[in-house]
Each structure stands twice: as C-alpha cells, then as structure tokens.
C-alpha cells in the first residue's frame, strides 16, 4: 500500500511535475531534434497513466528501462551496487544496534554514577557530530596517517571477503555512531523504567543481583521502544549510505543516486528512490515480526 | 526461627514505621494486618532486604540467627530466593511478560546452585502440578498473559517455594483476585505450609482472610503496632479500639441485623504521622494523653498497646 | 528562572548557542577577511598570525568562511523549523480541534506517509526537481519538518481540550479560533519551543549534509558541509581544512540540543530522564 502510493508520488513529481521529462534530462542545451528523439525513446508520447503501469508491470518482469545517462538497463545496474550497500547498510544496523544497546545497558546499570555520566556526554556528543565528519575523521586517522583501512574505493566481492570488508568497516563505522548515540539513550531511559516494574521486584526476591535482573529482565523488556526505534532509524540510515558513499567513494547505490541526479536521469532517480523507500518499508516489517520475539504478548498466533 | 526485633524504618527524618518486635516459628503463619500505609508492606520488603534506597532499616532481624540488617548485598542474595521467599500482590504485573512460566520458576533453583538447568526445568513442571495448574508441561511453556489471574498467582506460589524456603512472606497475595480464587489459593498455602513446614508471613488489609490463615495476628495502624496475638483470641475478644473497629468493619452473614461500622476519618498521612498513638484522632477514647505518649505494651490474652484498654467503647 | 540557571545542560547550550548567534551577527559586519577573496600564494596555508585558522585550496580565509558558514547555518535552521513550526502546529492543532474528523484522518495520514519517506529522499527529490540551492534545500528540511511538529502540536492539544477551562471558554461562546489562539496555544507553546530547538539542531545536521554532497548551499556562499567536502580532497596535505568545520556543525548541533533538553527539564520537570 505504502509502496503505491510512494510510486505514484515519486512518478508524479519526477515525470508529470516537470512537464517535458526528455527536455528536464537533456537539459538546457539541447536541441529540439534530440529531445524529440528521446521523447519517443522514452514513450512519452503516450499519456502518463499509460507510462505509468508500464514502469509497474515492468518492475514485476524484471524490466526496469535503460539508464539514460549509463546507457545500460536499469535493473542490473542497480543489482551491482546492491552488493555493496545492503552490507553496508546491515553492518551499520549491526554496529549501531550492538554499541548504542551496549552503552546504554552499562549506564543504566550504573546509573547517576560518574560512569553514566561519561557514557550519558559522550552519546550526546555523538548525537551532534554529523556521521560524514566521523567518515572523513576516520580516514584522516586509520587510513592518513595510520595506513590500517583503505581511504576509499571499493575491491569488490570477487577478491576475497577479506579486503571488501575492510572497506566497509570505516563506512559502517561511521554511519553507525550518531544512531548508537541515540540508541545508547533510549535503551538508557527504557531501561531506568523498565527496572521499576513489579516483575523487577520478583527477579530481586528470587536472589538475583540488580545487574543479574537489568540483563536477564529488564533489558529484553526494555528493548521493545528500542526496536521501534531502530525502524524509524532506518531511514536515517538509508540517508547516511548516501552520504557516506560519497565520502568513501564506494560504488554503492547512493552514489549512484547522486550520479544519477547530477546527469538528469529521471528513469534511474525513480527506480532508486522506490527501491530504498521499498527497502525502509521491508524494514519495518521485519520490525514487526521481530516484536513478537521480543514480547510474547504482541504476537498474533502460538506457533 | 525469624526474630524481628525493634524494627524501624525511616524515610529521611520521617518515621515510616516505628520500632516493631515480633517473631515466627517454623510451621507457624503470622497474620499482619492494617489499611494500606500501616507499615505491612515495608515491613515485609525490609526482612527481604528490598527497601527501596531511600529508606533506612533499624534494629534487627534474625533468620535462623543471622541478623539480615547486618549482611551485605551479596549474601542477601544468597539467601533471598533460598531461605526466604516472597509472593507479592499483583500476579499480573509480578511475573516477567517476556519469560515462559517455566523459566521463570527453574530459575531460582539454577541460580541458586541446587540444581543444572535440565534438572530445574522438570522440577518446575513439577512444582506447576504441585500449585494445581492443571496441564503443567504446557504451562510451563506459557507466556504469563495466557495464563488468567488465580493461575499466575499458583505460579508465583510455584516460583517462591521453588528452593524450599524456611520463610516465606506473602503480601496481599489474593487481594486482586475473585473470591472463590481466593478461597483456592488460601487453601493451597495452607496445604504447602503443612507438607514444608516453613514458616509464613501472611500480609493482608483484610482481617477476614487472616483469620483463616494465621495462628498469630498483630495489627498495623499507622506505622505502630495496636495488637498481638493469637488470631482466635484476638478475634474473639480485641481489646484495642482500632481491632475492635476493624472486625466490626467485617461484613457477616446476618448483614441484616448488624450494621456495619465503619471507622471515622481517615489514615494519616505518613509525612504527618501525629506523636503518641497514631490512631488517636479517629479514636472515640482518645484523650490528650494518646496524642502527647506512645502507650507501652499490655500483656494480657493479647498485646495491645493502648492508654485507655479498660474503658470506652472504641471506634 | 532561578532553576534555569542552575540547570547546567540549559546554561551550556544556552550559551554555545549565543556565541554562535553572536559569531554570526558579527560576521555581517566584519570578517578578519574577505570570505570570497582568493589569493593564490597562499593556498592551503596553516593556522597563523593572519589567518587564524588557515586558509583554503583557493587561498580564502577559513576563519571568515566559518562566520558566514554560522550566519548560512542559522538562517536554514530558523527558516526550515519556522515552516515545520507555522505550518505543523495549526495543522496539528486542527486535527486535535476535529478530532476523528475526516479532517484528521487525512492529515495524520498525510504526515504518516511523510514520515515513513525516507527524509533525504524527500530532500533530493525535490533538489532534483526544482534544482539544487539554498533556497530549495531549505523548503525540503521544512517540508519533513511539518510532521514532526504537527505530531506533537496534535498530541499537546488533545491533552489541553480535556481541561476544563477549554470547556468554560466553549461554554462561554468561544469559537474554535479564538479556542486555540487565547486557551491551547499559550499552554502548547512550551513543548513547541523545546521541539523547535531539536529540530533546529537536526536542521542544522541536514543542511550540512546536503551541502555535503553539493545539492545543498552552492558557491560562492559558504557553508560547512560543503567547505567538509572541499576539505576532503586535501585531507593527507591539509588535515586541518576537516577539522574546523566539523566542529563548527558539531558545536552548533551540540548547542541546540542541550538548549532543548534544558529546556524541556525546566518546562515540565516529570519529563526528566533519570
């Protein structure tokens, strides 16, 4: 549902906003013969409702048009660069998740103490630092002047696991640390509250200690905000692949985004921006299932 | 087995409770009763250790001869769980919503050391029978929210006597729950108290239900204990005001021709707990004399701590 | 008043935030430089007696590029969160006011579906349609700005029509206009002034990005994201050129923030987290 609407807006604004699409990609030097030429390329001489399901029941065979600016199809050039933003993406998900829930927990369990305290500055901190500086920070430390990771560039998945992760983890890095800033707060906050539940009490009455009953108790309870959290963060998340693509000159698909936009190629911006807002809508889904295994109650059916 | 002596509990210069002595046997159940603020349920979480941090436990108290108040953190835990027990008022919001039933009663056993996890996983199933849930390997595997009131409470029962406690304290354990559940469950801690013998702290506002459970009553108001003693005694002649208020409070059968009486006024506030007898002020009797000086104990067929036991008509 | 300069989040970001105001007002009247002014003998230079903190690939002096970069970054910040603000609080307040209206629904609907847009997209859609630029960079950060605060504007309002001099007023005649303006406003606004701040620190963060990647602030306006990227290129001969404005964006980001969580603990202490 979420996702015909978003075609519908993002085709709305990309090719019946503008008025003439071949003259908006061609730009302004071009020549009427050549704009003509791309006009019935492209078949806009057929009605936008026409257009329209063509690019929808091509989506489903797979046929996604020819980049413009590329001069190759769509789908595969996408299905390229794929490869290097989804492990972008998910390692970033995976640090971010794994730092923030981590510093958050050791707050909260040491809670108003000067250790909370550090944790608490330093994730406000990493709140204010926009994750492209962290990018270009890193590379001035590990790659300028400690040569450890690469600046930039990506080997591929062909030479080996070894060097292309390498050249993902600065990225995923940095991209990761506001997020886990954010959730290192939540967890913090979600987890202060969870602790004076009445089932906290019960664990305590068992004869387990407060870090024994905030990991064993509290912290699965308290990650449910936390979860919801991590879905609306995907769309930052989305946002900061673009960014630190460029940053890390990885071929990934936000760079080939802010290619596409620099080249005016409408047929390219539109696919891209319904594959990531169809990526944030998968997202959330997973989100959903994951709060069944996070909180019984919310699930629908026993398996 | 349990010796509370001269316990008092403080919240910064206020006086939550004041100075309280009493003491449990094995096997035996003391009944505490009073309205809510009286001083019950701190009472309890203070022998648990529990209190919340900004309260301050005085006095002793002695399990097996181990004074609890002197222990560190550390051997509190050890012995909470294992020694003592505690099932609370709220079965829906006392069990974690996010563990199986089963886990959350294996798990004292584990962490205790009596037992390996696979061992402790089938005592549960075993204790969950003992509790009379019926289907219990089933229920070992449920959530707390499948499961409905009066059964949670069996699994919490099922969780606290998990180790064989020689205390166990119950706090309003079926204040939230329907009557007839309630009858059930009082039935049920009477059973398990005579099959374990371990000695029960059974904390309720309701003299009713203690009467069915206790051997020993002491009756809370205020902060202060009115009076001690055998629950028979104290119900068949309470020679303190406020007990007397509280069993003619009791709805009976021939409601018909016994009017209830409810007590005057209302529970002090902690903060403005009055000097002398907290429960002066809605006290008939009361006299200047109540509001200036706490009264010493009165050993009679109970203890009751009162200025004016042989006179007045009480509340 | 008295808790608010005890508060020290509040009087940190307070503060930051008017050193920056006043960097740059400043900037609009005197620079130690010509911002825009190239000089190519002395390009990429280190921080010295004339040129405080360097100068940049083409000569400019980084110290005047950063004033006018605060003057840039303050301008997109309140120009967004006035949209997001103006905009948001009486569509929110609307919604509340017609509570399960079709009036509602189809905002709140509206706001769903831009919030679950992934907001750069919005932002770069929109870039690449109207073109990129300061002034369309600005409308994009306002236009994503609209749900969060007509969100918390509806949130706010529904809580204070429960109370009972909004139904003394409706008894006493009022019409919903005058409702909202004389009752629901004035007890919103507090809330509304804590978001404000938030969202101008994350505006301030979006700009930076944007201009980042070149389709935000363009030459020879300068602004911190881009004077990132320029910096970029030089990083192993001039590392300094990445510093500056990094943390020129990060102390504004910080500021706001602070000022925002002050805020928030000295409007309705509950909220505070422990």
């Known amino acids: ?303 | 087995m349990l010796v509370v002596d001269n316990l008092g509990i403080s919240l910064g210069q206020t006086r939550a409770l004041r100075p309280l002595s009493f003491s449990l046997d094995a096997g035996e159940t003391l009944g505490i009763v009073g309205e809510s603020g009286s001083g019950k349920s701190i009472t309890a979480l203070a022998i648990m250790g529990l209190l919340p941090e900004v309260m301050q436990a005085s006095g002793s108290i002695l399990l097996k001869g181990e004074n609890l108040l002197a222990l560190d953190e550390s051997s509190l835990c050890a012995l909470r769980g294992r020694r003592m027990a505690m099932i609370f008022q709220e079965p829906m919001t006392a069990l974690n919503p996010v563990m199986t039933i089963g886990r959350q009663i294996a798990e004292g056993l584990v962490l205790h050391g009596l037992m390996t996890s696979e061992a402790a996983a089938s005592e549960a199933v075993r204790l969950i029978e003992r509790v009379g849930l019926p289907e219990p390997e089933l229920r070992a595997h449920s959530y707390p929210h499948e499961l409905s009131g009066g059964q949670r409470q069996r699994a919490m029962i099922a969780m606290a006597i998990s180790c064989r406690p020689a205390l166990l304290i119950a706090d309003e354990p079926t204040s939230a729950l329907d009557v007839t559940v309630q009858a059930e469950i009082l039935a049920l801690l009477r059973e398990i108290r005579e099959e374990t013998g371990m000695g029960m702290l059974f904390i309720s506002h309701d003299l009713a239900v203690i009467s069915k459970l206790a051997n020993r009553t002491l009756v809370l108001y205020g902060g202060a204990a009115m009076e001690m003693g055998e629950t028979q005694a104290l119900l068949a002649a309470p020679r303190h005001p406020y007990t007397r208020g509280l069993i003619a409070a009791i709805p009976r059968g021939n409601a018909h021709t016994t009017p209830l009486r409810p007590i005057r006024g209302h529970v002090p506030e902690l903060h403005g707990l009055p000097d002398g007898c907290p429960f002066h002020g809605r006290c008939l009797t009361g006299t200047d004399l109540c509001r200036r000086s706490s009264p010493a104990p009165d050993v009679a067929s109970t203890t009751a701590w009162c200025h004016h036991l042989d006179g007045g008509q009480g509340a | 008043m008295r808790r608010a300069l005890r508060h020290p989040s509040f009087l940190i970001g307070a503060s930051l935030s008017a050193v920056i105001v006043f960097i740059a007002l400043v900037s609009l009247v005197w620079t130690p430089h010509d911002p825009g002014q190239m000089r190519i003998l002395s390009r990429l230079k280190p921080p010295d007696a004339s040129f405080w903190l360097g100068t940049d690939q083409f000569g400019r002096d980084i110290a005047s590029m950063l004033m006018v970069g605060a003057r840039n970054a303050l301008l997109v910040g309140l120009v967004a969160v006035g949209i997001g603000f103006t905009f948001g609080s009486v569509l929110g307040m609307l919604a509340a006011r017609f509570e399960g209206s079709l009036l509602d629904d189809v905002v709140m609907r509206a706001l769903d579906f831009v919030f679950a847009f992934p907001a750069v997209l919005t932002a770069i859609l929109i870039l690449t349609l109207f073109g990129p630029g300061l002034v369309n960079a600005v409308l994009a950060i306002g236009l994503f700005n609209i749900p969060v605060f007509a969100r918390q504007a509806r949130g706010a309002t529904l809580q204070v029509m429960t109370r009972d001099f909004i139904r003394a007023a409706r008894l006493a005649g009022c019409g919903t206009a005058s409702i909202l303006v004389r009752h629901v406003v004035p007890n919103i606004l507090g809330l509304m002034i804590v978001q404000a701040s938030t969202q101008f620190a994350l505006a301030i963060l979006a700009e930076a990005g944007l201009s980042y990647l070149g389709i935000g602030t363009q030459p020879p306006n300068p602004s911190w994201g881009r004077m990132l990227n320029d910096a970029q290129t030089f990083l192993a001969r001039a590392p300094l050129l990445a510093i500056f404005p990094g943390m020129a964006i990060a102390l504004s980001v910080l500021a706001f923030n602070l000022l925002g969580d002050g805020l928030r603990d000295i409007i309705d202490p509950r909220l505070k987290e422990r």
């Not at chain 1, 503008?18 to 071009?30: K, N, V, Y």
């Not at chain 1, 927990?105 to 103490?113: D, G, I, P, Q, R």
């Open chain 1, 1 to 303: 549902m979420t996702l015909a609407v978003a075609a519908l807006v993002v085709f709305w604004i990309l090719e019946v906003l503008p008025g003439d699409p071949a003259a908006t990609m061609l730009g302004i030097s071009a020549t009427p013969e050549t704009i003509a030429a791309l006009r019935t390329e492209l078949g806009l001489d057929q009605p936008p409702v026409a257009r329209f399901l063509g690019w929808i029941t091509g989506m489903f065979s797979g046929q996604l048009g020819i980049s413009y600016a590329y001069r190759v199809p769509v789908g595969g050039l996408i299905a390229e660069r794929v490869a290097v933003t989804l492990p972008l993406a998910v390692l970033a998900l995976m640090l971010a998740s794994s730092i923030g829930i981590a510093l958050g927990t050791l707050a909260a369990s040491k809670a108003n103490s000067v250790i909370d305290s550090v944790v608490m500055g330093v994730a406000q901190l990493g709140l204010a630092i926009p994750n492209f500086w962290f990018g270009l920070l890193f590379v001035l430390l590990f790659s300028v002047t400690l040569g450890w990771f690469p600046s930039g560039g990506f080997p591929g998945w062909s030479g080996g696991i070894l060097p292309a992760f390498q050249a993902l983890v600065l990225p995923a890095l940095a991209l990761a640390l506001p997020q886990s800033a954010v959730l290192a707060r939540l967890t913090r906050s979600s987890l202060l509250e969870t602790m004076g539940e009445d089932y906290i009490r019960t664990a305590r009455a068992k004869g387990l200690t407060r870090g024994q009953t905030l990991r064993r108790h509290a912290l699965r309870n308290a990650l449910v905000p936390v979860l919801t959290m991590m879905g609306l963060q995907f769309s930052f998340l989305v946002a900061g692949t673009i960014i630190m693509e460029n940053v890390f000159a990885l071929p990934g698909l936000g760079r080939l985004l802010v290619q596409a936009i620099g080249g005016h190629d409408l047929i390219l911006i539109k696919n891209l921006v319904l594959l990531f807002v169809g990526a944030a809508v998968i997202v959330n889904a997973i989100v959903d299932i994951a709060y069944g295994y996070a909180d019984p109650r919310l699930r629908v059916s026993r398996p």
